[in-house]
């Protein structure tokens, strides 16, 4: 099944994604009813998103989550990318390592695009042989407590504050194809951000 690739809008105007359902998802689901509210995931935008104003992204989400994460997918599945940086899970996360599998097959197609891979699912990247156009970001699920070292195999740390290391905000938040520092490796690798 043809993967979707959604034309973001807001600060990732430009920016084409590849995105999953955060609310079929076992670990989201995990994270966001966690009562622990240091857990960024306890706050979850994209599923208050796809449960409001965005519930007609949930069919086509929930369409790559099973695409990506069922079996290997065809180059008939693989989507035409046009821009020239694709992120990965502006919703979502990674399900399994099939899903991880296939968006290394995504990238490794499309060698002269950047592709920004945001999780917070470090045991399955850990083995990977991650191509030289994919962008790991560790996403940090814990607000204000910064991780201030990118892990092993990971170019970047994007963390989220409330209350604490203000003074650090170097997230733009108003347009990312422009500041791009999560698409460019050789930009900052520590990304603080003020929690939305």
């Known amino acids: 099944m043809k993967i979707n690739i959604s034309e973001m809008t807001g600060k990732l105007k430009g920016i084409q994604a590849i995105n999953t359902n ?35 992204c949930v069919p086509a989400f929930e369409r790559n989550s099973e695409t990506l994460s069922s079996a290997a997918i065809t180059n008939e599945d693989i ?7 694709v992120r990965i899970h502006a919703h979502g996360e990674l399900i399994n390592e099939t899903h991880l599998d296939n968006i290394i097959s995504i990238a490794n197609k499309y060698p002269t695009k950047t592709f920004s891979l945001y999780t917070k699912r470090k045991d399955m990247i850990i ?21 201030t070292e990118v892990p092993e195999k990971f170019d970047k740390v994007f963390n989220v504050c409330r209350t604490t290391n203000l003074d650090k905000i170097n997230c733009g938040a108003n347009n990312c ?20």
Request: hydrophobic residues 30%.
């Open 79 to 85: 989507p035409k990318i046009k821009s020239n940086i």
């Open 127 to 147: 083995n990977k042989s991650i191509p030289s156009n994919m962008i790991l970001v560790y996403s940090n699920p814990k607000i204000d407590a910064p991780i």
């Open 22 to 56: 955060p609310l079929s998802n076992p670990f989201c689901q995990k994270m966001n009813g966690s009562l622990d509210n240091t857990l960024i995931c306890s706050s979850c935008y994209s599923c208050k998103m796809l449960k409001g104003y965005r519930r007609n």
């Open 177 to 196: 194809n422009a500041c791009r520092k999560c698409y460019d490796k050789g930009k900052e690798n520590i990304i603080y951000e003020m929690i939305k």
